[in-house]
Structures are given as C-alpha cells and as structure tokens.
C-alpha cells in the first residue's frame, strides 16, 4: 500500500470506550492511560463521555467523574501528544467548548448526524476562533447516499473545518462503501479526510486500510478494541498492520502492546469482543453506543435485545434518540418478538 502523506492516528479509547465502561472513568485511569499513550508517542487523544461534552445525563448515561477533570488530567500528563475532545450540537455547548479549550485541549471533533451538518456552524467557526484544530465528524455514514456525504462534508469544510471525517458508527458499512466514501471526499474537498470505524461486523481493520489507501491520512483507533458496540480499529493491531505495509505512523507498537495488555484490559469487565448484539448493531446499522443501554431495557422488560436493536434499525434511529430504546422495549414486551430483517 503506498500513502505518500503524513497519517495521524488519534485514540479514543478515552472517549469512545467511555461507552464500554459504562462512563465510569476515573482520573487515575485516564492519567494512567494518557502517559502510556503520550510515551508510545501517540499524535492525538480523545478525552470526553461517550457522547461528547456533557454528555453526562440520565438519558446518555451519567459519568462517575466530571470529564473536565479527566481533561485536565491527560493535558497535564502528555508532554508531545494533544488532546482531543468530542462536542455534539445540541448536548454539548459553545460554553463547554471554551472550558475545554481553557484547559488545555487542543483539537475540537465537532459531530454530526451525517445529514445535519448545518448544525457545526458555530461550533467549528468558534473552535477555530480558540485556535483548536478543528474537525467535522460526520456519524453514521452508512445513512446517506455518497453525494449527500459529500454535500454535508462541503458545509463543514466552508465552515472552516481543517479536517472531515466519514465515521462508521453503526460499524454497518462494508470495504467498498467505505472506498466510494473517501474516494468521493478525496476528488471534491480540499481538506484532509479521516475514518472512524466499528468492528461489528469485523470489518474495522478493513474499512480502515481501505480509507487509507482512498488517500484518508486521519485515522482513530481504540487500544484494546475500547470503544462502543464491538469497539474500534484495535490501535496496536493497526500500528502493526500499517508497520508491515511500510507506512510508518512513529507510534511504538511494544509499547502500545504494553499499555493493552497491562492497562487497559484489567479495566475491561469482558473482553471486547463481536457478540450477538454487537453484531446485531452492525447488521441492522445502529448507533453502537446503543448497546449497554438496548442491554438493560431487555433485562427490565425480560425479551431479547436483539430484537430491540432490529427494530431500531427499522425505524433509521440515529444517536441522540436513546429516549426511544425504553418504548420500544416496552412495546415489544407486550406484543412480542419482532421479524429480523436485511439491511439494504
């Protein structure tokens, strides 16, 4: 594979794995965690809930420690990498962007729903104004025709976007989806253009050399597969990987071994791997950060969380909608098991 640009890898275990962990977080973990990063000479690091800047709620799932102290903590143990955080429209703020910007983080991942991107004005313009290196993150790729991706990753690049991002959330799409994707970026932005994946359907590591050989040279992974659903592109596996394809990203990969093994997997209650509904998020294309929550709706209502996720793909539920897992549960409860169906 030959990619004659610099290609950064950013870590979000500390924020997409948020959502494994339930948002249980603490400062020493995040310090631990960000120091064994900062020193394998990981470029980026992405510190927030799961579902980004105050993400911390009932309906999202309330985080056992305030991410700004988590923030604070990876900014005041990295000495070479840069910290990253996460902001949704419409649950985190311009303010909470400020705090963070205030304390050190040095790059704003603005997301989106892949046909939303109208909402990131001001929240990209006023990163930029920080003087924050500043991303447009389209969710849930999987959900629009390639030039609708390509219309909204305009908007976010005319917005003053240095960086868009066509992100797998579902982990739903396949190799060559993904290669149209980039490809599509690629001819009509000026930008850079990054992939975020999922391993719901084991495709991750794919999808993700697919996207660098399309030309996508910004790339998140999550050590020990950390992540939503069946988590993210393993970061060690993929520092390895594109060590072997003669692409070398400057990350020492004994050490982000070490860090997996010694680190993070003690954190993880099981490991991460491709269950039945995890694999289900993948195959009905559903918001993986849905899983623990479709999870204990089915323990409430006693039914299958298979069949919750099924019928969320069924009816196109994209992040943001966690409020409807609970009816629908409740719904299925009382007429019973619902029809599995394809993805088209």
Do not use: W
């Not at 918001?287 to 299958?304: G, M, P, T």
């Amino acid at each position: 594979m030959e990619n004659k640009n610099p290609l950064y890898i950013t870590e979000v275990a500390l924020r997409d794995g948020s959502h494994a962990i339930a948002h249980q977080y603490t400062v020493d973990q995040v310090l631990s965690i960000a120091k064994s990063l900062d020193e394998a000479n990981v470029p980026y690091i992405e510190v927030a809930h799961g579902d980004g800047l105050a993400g911390s709620s009932l309906q999202y799932g309330t985080s056992l420690t305030d991410e700004m102290k988590l923030i604070e903590a990876a900014v005041s143990i990295c000495k070479q990498a840069k910290i990253a955080v996460l902001l949704l429209p419409g649950i985190g703020t311009i303010k909470e962007l400020k705090e963070a910007a205030k304390i050190g983080a040095k790059m704003a991942r603005i997301a989106t729903h892949v046909t939303e991107a109208d909402v990131s004005a001001q929240h990209i313009s006023t990163a930029k104004e920080l003087g924050m290196e500043t991303v447009g993150f389209l969710m849930m790729a999987h959900m629009a025709p390639v030039e609708k991706l390509v219309e909204q990753a305009k908007l976010m690049e005319s917005y003053g976007a240095d960086i868009v991002y066509a992100v797998d959330s579902a982990g739903a799409l396949l190799p060559h989806q993904v290669r149209e994707r980039i490809r599509a970026l690629r001819t009509h932005l000026k930008i850079e253009i990054g992939f975020h994946g999922h391993n719901n359907l084991s495709l991750a590591m794919a999808n993700t050399l697919a996207a660098i050989e399309e030309g996508a040279t910004r790339i998140d992974g999550s050590v020990r597969c950390l992540g939503a659903g069946a988590g993210n592109t393993q970061t060690e596996v993929l520092v390895a990987v594109l060590d072997r394809l003669g692409i070398h990203t400057g990350i020492d990969l004994y050490k982000m071994m070490d860090l997996a093994e010694g680190v993070v997997a003690p954190i993880l209650k099981k490991p991460q791997e491709i269950t039945k509904d995890s694999l289900v998020l993948g195959y009905a294309g559903v918001y993986s950060s849905f899983l623990l929550h479709a999870q204990r709706a089915a323990k409430q209502f006693n039914i299958d969380s298979r069949d919750i996720l099924i019928e969320l793909g069924k009816r196109n539920v994209v992040g943001g909608q966690e409020d409807m897992i609970v009816d629908i549960a409740s719904q299925i409860s009382k007429e019973g098991k619902r029809d599995g169906f394809l993805v088209k």
